[in-house]
Protein backbone atom coordinates (compact mmCIF):
# COMPACT_ATOMS: atom_id res chain seq x y z
CA UNK A 1 0.00 0.00 0.00
CA UNK A 2 1.45 3.34 -0.87
CA UNK A 3 1.32 5.81 0.95
CA UNK A 4 0.78 9.91 -0.67
CA UNK A 5 1.24 12.74 1.57
CA UNK A 6 0.47 16.22 0.98
CA UNK A 7 1.43 19.24 2.58
CA UNK A 8 -0.66 21.85 1.93
CA UNK A 9 -0.78 25.25 4.07
CA UNK A 10 -4.43 26.10 3.75
CA UNK A 11 -7.24 23.94 5.92
CA UNK A 12 -8.42 22.11 2.89
CA UNK A 13 -7.27 20.94 -0.38
CA UNK A 14 -9.52 22.70 -2.62
CA UNK A 15 -11.61 21.11 -5.47
CA UNK A 16 -9.71 23.37 -8.53
CA UNK A 17 -6.43 21.64 -7.64
CA UNK A 18 -4.54 19.75 -10.47
CA UNK A 19 -3.18 17.57 -7.61
CA UNK A 20 -6.91 16.97 -6.01
CA UNK A 21 -7.88 15.22 -9.67
CA UNK A 22 -4.74 13.38 -8.82
CA UNK A 23 -5.58 12.60 -5.46
CA UNK A 24 -9.18 10.80 -6.50
CA UNK A 25 -6.82 8.68 -8.81
CA UNK A 26 -4.47 7.81 -6.57
CA UNK A 27 -7.25 6.48 -3.68
CA UNK A 28 -8.95 4.62 -6.71
CA UNK A 29 -6.06 2.43 -6.84
CA UNK A 30 -6.17 1.88 -2.96
CA UNK A 31 -3.30 4.27 -2.21
CA UNK A 32 -3.70 6.24 0.62
CA UNK A 33 -3.61 10.26 0.09
CA UNK A 34 -3.18 11.84 3.41
CA UNK A 35 -3.11 16.40 3.20
CA UNK A 36 -2.10 18.57 6.11
CA UNK A 37 0.33 20.86 6.48
CA UNK A 38 3.23 18.15 7.69
CA UNK A 39 4.11 15.41 6.20
CA UNK A 40 2.70 11.94 7.11
CA UNK A 41 5.63 9.65 9.21
CA UNK A 42 4.48 6.59 6.85
CA UNK A 43 4.76 8.49 3.62
CA UNK A 44 6.21 6.69 0.92
CA UNK A 45 5.95 9.88 -1.13
CA UNK A 46 5.63 13.68 -0.32
CA UNK A 47 4.71 16.77 -2.48
CA UNK A 48 5.28 20.01 -1.47
CA UNK A 49 2.17 21.81 -2.16
CA UNK A 50 2.41 25.73 -0.71
CA UNK A 51 0.49 27.78 -2.77
CA UNK A 52 2.84 30.96 -1.64
CA UNK A 53 5.15 32.43 -4.03
CA UNK A 54 8.09 32.43 -1.62
CA UNK A 55 8.75 29.61 0.75
CA UNK A 56 11.18 29.77 4.14
CA UNK A 57 13.71 26.76 3.74
CA UNK A 58 13.85 26.51 7.57
CA UNK A 59 9.89 26.29 7.85
CA UNK A 60 9.61 23.48 5.16
CA UNK A 61 7.95 20.13 6.89
CA UNK A 62 10.81 17.79 7.20
CA UNK A 63 10.10 14.18 5.20
CA UNK A 64 10.50 10.42 6.92
CA UNK A 65 14.00 9.77 6.26
CA UNK A 66 14.84 9.01 2.79
CA UNK A 67 10.94 10.00 1.18
CA UNK A 68 11.77 11.94 -1.94
CA UNK A 69 9.76 15.17 -1.96
CA UNK A 70 8.14 16.67 -5.31
CA UNK A 71 8.84 20.22 -5.61
CA UNK A 72 10.84 20.49 -2.56
CA UNK A 73 13.86 22.73 -4.66
CA UNK A 74 11.39 24.92 -5.43
CA UNK A 75 11.17 27.96 -3.23
CA UNK A 76 11.04 30.84 -4.97
CA UNK A 77 8.82 31.40 -8.60
CA UNK A 78 8.61 35.18 -8.25
CA UNK A 79 8.70 36.84 -11.71
CA UNK A 80 11.68 38.80 -10.51
CA UNK A 81 14.01 36.09 -9.83
CA UNK A 82 12.50 33.94 -13.63
CA UNK A 83 11.51 36.81 -15.99
CA UNK A 84 13.87 37.84 -19.11
CA UNK A 85 11.80 40.51 -19.93
CA UNK A 86 12.06 42.80 -17.04
CA UNK A 87 12.74 46.20 -17.23
CA UNK A 88 14.32 49.04 -15.38
CA UNK A 89 13.40 52.64 -15.39
CA UNK A 90 16.50 53.66 -16.87
CA UNK A 91 16.08 50.89 -20.12
CA UNK A 92 15.89 51.54 -23.45
CA UNK A 93 12.84 50.07 -25.09
CA UNK A 94 10.24 51.80 -26.64
CA UNK A 95 7.34 49.53 -27.20
CA UNK A 96 4.59 48.49 -24.85
CA UNK A 97 5.09 47.17 -20.72
CA UNK A 98 2.95 45.42 -18.34
CA UNK A 99 2.72 46.32 -14.63
CA UNK A 100 2.81 43.07 -13.08
CA UNK A 101 2.33 41.85 -9.39
CA UNK A 102 6.14 40.26 -8.17
CA UNK A 103 4.00 37.71 -6.65
CA UNK A 104 2.30 34.83 -8.22
CA UNK A 105 -1.26 34.97 -9.59
CA UNK A 106 -1.75 38.69 -8.56
CA UNK A 107 -0.58 37.69 -4.92
CA UNK A 108 -3.65 35.92 -3.79
CA UNK A 109 -2.66 33.11 -1.84
CA UNK A 110 -0.62 35.91 0.20
CA UNK A 111 -3.63 37.65 0.63
CA UNK A 112 -6.10 35.19 2.18
CA UNK A 113 -3.00 34.79 4.57
CA UNK A 114 -3.10 38.02 5.98
CA UNK A 115 -5.06 39.35 8.87
CA UNK A 116 -8.60 40.62 8.71
CA UNK A 117 -7.47 44.20 9.31
CA UNK A 118 -4.42 44.13 6.25
CA UNK A 119 -7.39 42.26 3.84
CA UNK A 120 -9.71 45.03 4.85
CA UNK A 121 -7.22 47.97 3.66
CA UNK A 122 -5.97 46.15 0.41
CA UNK A 123 -9.89 45.53 -0.80
CA UNK A 124 -10.91 49.04 -0.28
CA UNK A 125 -7.33 49.82 -1.98
CA UNK A 126 -8.56 47.42 -4.60
CA UNK A 127 -12.18 48.82 -5.62
CA UNK A 128 -10.09 52.38 -6.01
CA UNK A 129 -7.97 51.05 -8.16
CA UNK A 130 -10.80 49.35 -10.53
CA UNK A 131 -11.31 53.42 -11.00
CA UNK A 132 -8.25 54.64 -11.31
CA UNK A 133 -5.10 52.40 -10.20
CA UNK A 134 -2.82 55.07 -10.45
CA UNK A 135 -3.87 57.68 -7.96
CA UNK A 136 -4.59 54.44 -5.66
CA UNK A 137 -1.13 53.29 -6.16
CA UNK A 138 -2.07 50.03 -6.31
CA UNK A 139 -3.26 47.34 -9.11
CA UNK A 140 -6.63 46.03 -9.84
CA UNK A 141 -8.02 43.29 -8.77
CA UNK A 142 -7.08 40.20 -11.32
CA UNK A 143 -5.51 42.65 -13.52
CA UNK A 144 -2.34 44.08 -15.21
CA UNK A 145 -2.31 47.35 -16.65
CA UNK A 146 -0.77 47.76 -20.14
CA UNK A 147 0.39 50.76 -20.95
CA UNK A 148 1.75 52.03 -24.70
CA UNK A 149 5.26 52.95 -23.35
CA UNK A 150 7.20 53.11 -20.14
CA UNK A 151 6.87 57.04 -20.24
CA UNK A 152 3.33 55.93 -18.98
CA UNK A 153 4.68 53.90 -15.99
CA UNK A 154 4.12 56.14 -13.01
CA UNK A 155 7.16 56.72 -10.98
CA UNK A 156 5.83 55.54 -7.78
CA UNK A 157 5.93 51.93 -9.68
CA UNK A 158 10.02 51.80 -10.05
CA UNK A 159 10.28 52.15 -6.45
CA UNK A 160 7.99 49.23 -5.40
CA UNK A 161 9.31 45.59 -5.06
CA UNK A 162 5.73 44.02 -4.71
CA UNK A 163 5.81 45.46 -8.55
CA UNK A 164 7.25 44.93 -11.94
CA UNK A 165 7.44 46.24 -15.36
CA UNK A 166 7.77 43.79 -18.27
CA UNK A 167 7.90 43.92 -21.83
CA UNK A 168 4.61 43.60 -23.17
CA UNK A 169 5.11 40.48 -26.12
CA UNK A 170 1.94 39.45 -27.03
CA UNK A 171 1.40 36.18 -29.32
CA UNK A 172 -1.11 36.93 -31.84
CA UNK A 173 -3.59 34.70 -33.95
CA UNK A 174 -5.30 37.35 -36.20
CA UNK A 175 -7.79 39.58 -33.86
CA UNK A 176 -7.11 37.05 -30.89
CA UNK A 177 -4.04 37.20 -28.06
CA UNK A 178 -3.24 33.38 -27.14
CA UNK A 179 -1.49 32.31 -24.07
CA UNK A 180 -0.09 28.91 -24.05
CA UNK A 181 0.22 26.10 -20.86
CA UNK A 182 2.51 23.59 -20.06
CA UNK A 183 1.32 21.32 -17.56
CA UNK A 184 3.80 18.19 -16.22
CA UNK A 185 4.07 15.64 -13.67
CA UNK A 186 7.45 13.70 -14.00
CA UNK A 187 8.13 12.42 -17.97
CA UNK A 188 3.87 12.74 -19.11
CA UNK A 189 2.96 16.27 -19.93
CA UNK A 190 0.49 17.75 -22.35
CA UNK A 191 0.37 21.77 -23.61
CA UNK A 192 -2.56 23.69 -24.50
CA UNK A 193 -3.42 27.34 -25.89
CA UNK A 194 -5.78 29.74 -25.03
CA UNK A 195 -7.21 32.39 -27.24
CA UNK A 196 -9.14 35.74 -25.73
CA UNK A 197 -10.19 38.99 -26.96
CA UNK A 198 -8.64 40.60 -24.11
CA UNK A 199 -4.63 41.02 -24.32
CA UNK A 200 -4.88 39.54 -20.34
CA UNK A 201 -5.32 35.81 -21.51
CA UNK A 202 -6.81 33.58 -18.99
CA UNK A 203 -9.06 30.69 -18.88
CA UNK A 204 -11.69 33.57 -17.61
CA UNK A 205 -11.45 35.80 -21.10
CA UNK A 206 -11.19 32.89 -23.16
CA UNK A 207 -13.27 32.48 -26.15
CA UNK A 208 -11.73 29.05 -27.52
CA UNK A 209 -8.71 26.70 -26.84
CA UNK A 210 -6.56 23.70 -28.42
CA UNK A 211 -4.20 21.25 -27.53
CA UNK A 212 -0.56 21.00 -28.28
CA UNK A 213 1.70 18.37 -29.57
CA UNK A 214 4.88 19.86 -28.92
CA UNK A 215 6.48 21.95 -26.20
CA UNK A 216 9.70 23.80 -26.86
CA UNK A 217 12.99 22.68 -26.10
CA UNK A 218 13.74 25.93 -24.18
CA UNK A 219 10.92 25.45 -21.68
CA UNK A 220 12.21 21.59 -20.69
CA UNK A 221 15.70 23.05 -20.08
CA UNK A 222 14.32 25.42 -17.61
CA UNK A 223 11.93 23.11 -15.69
CA UNK A 224 15.75 21.19 -15.41
CA UNK A 225 17.16 24.11 -14.24
CA UNK A 226 14.59 24.96 -11.50
CA UNK A 227 14.28 21.54 -10.50
CA UNK A 228 10.36 21.60 -11.14
CA UNK A 229 8.96 17.81 -10.79
CA UNK A 230 5.02 18.77 -11.09
CA UNK A 231 3.60 21.95 -12.10
CA UNK A 232 2.40 24.48 -14.88
CA UNK A 233 4.40 26.40 -17.36
CA UNK A 234 2.70 30.02 -19.01
CA UNK A 235 4.11 31.06 -21.82
CA UNK A 236 3.82 32.96 -25.38
CA UNK A 237 5.54 32.50 -28.64
CA UNK A 238 6.98 35.66 -29.71
CA UNK A 239 8.82 36.15 -33.26
CA UNK A 240 9.05 32.06 -32.67
CA UNK A 241 10.44 31.90 -29.77
CA UNK A 242 9.48 30.88 -26.98
CA UNK A 243 8.79 33.38 -23.78
CA UNK A 244 8.10 32.28 -20.39
CA UNK A 245 5.58 34.78 -18.14
CA UNK A 246 4.87 32.06 -15.10
CA UNK A 247 5.88 29.11 -13.42
CA UNK A 248 3.40 27.82 -11.32
CA UNK A 249 3.88 24.62 -8.79
CA UNK A 250 0.03 24.40 -7.62
CA UNK A 251 -1.80 24.69 -10.86
CA UNK A 252 -5.68 24.51 -10.81
CA UNK A 253 -7.81 23.17 -13.40
CA UNK A 254 -11.20 24.16 -15.05
CA UNK A 255 -11.84 21.29 -17.52
CA UNK A 256 -12.71 17.82 -17.16
CA UNK A 257 -10.94 16.86 -13.84
CA UNK A 258 -11.30 13.02 -15.03
CA UNK A 259 -9.98 13.51 -18.77
CA UNK A 260 -7.36 10.96 -19.88
CA UNK A 261 -4.80 13.54 -20.26
CA UNK A 262 -5.15 14.31 -16.18
CA UNK A 263 -5.41 10.48 -15.76
CA UNK A 264 -2.18 9.87 -17.59
CA UNK A 265 -0.92 12.50 -15.64
CA UNK A 266 -1.57 11.28 -12.29
CA UNK A 267 0.14 7.49 -13.36
CA UNK A 268 3.48 9.15 -13.30
CA UNK A 269 3.28 9.96 -9.77
CA UNK A 270 4.80 5.84 -10.25
CA UNK A 271 8.80 7.14 -11.43
CA UNK A 272 8.69 8.50 -8.09
CA UNK A 273 8.93 5.50 -6.06
Known amino acids: MVHVSISHLERGLGDSYLVNCFRSAWEDMGWTVS ?66 TDLNHFGGPEFRQMSKGARFLNKNRERLASLNWKLARYLPGDDYPILKDMRRVPKWVWSRNDLIVERFLPERDGDLYCLRGWVFLGSENYGYRLYATDPLVKTGTMVRFDYLEEV ?33 KTPTISGDRASARVLKLAMAIKEFL
Open 35 to 100: VGRRFHEMSDLCILHHDVTRLDPLRLPEPPVGVPVLNGNVLDISKRRLSRILLKEDDDWDGPVIVK
Open 216 to 248: PAELMNIRKEWQVDFGKFDYVLHDGKPVLLDIN
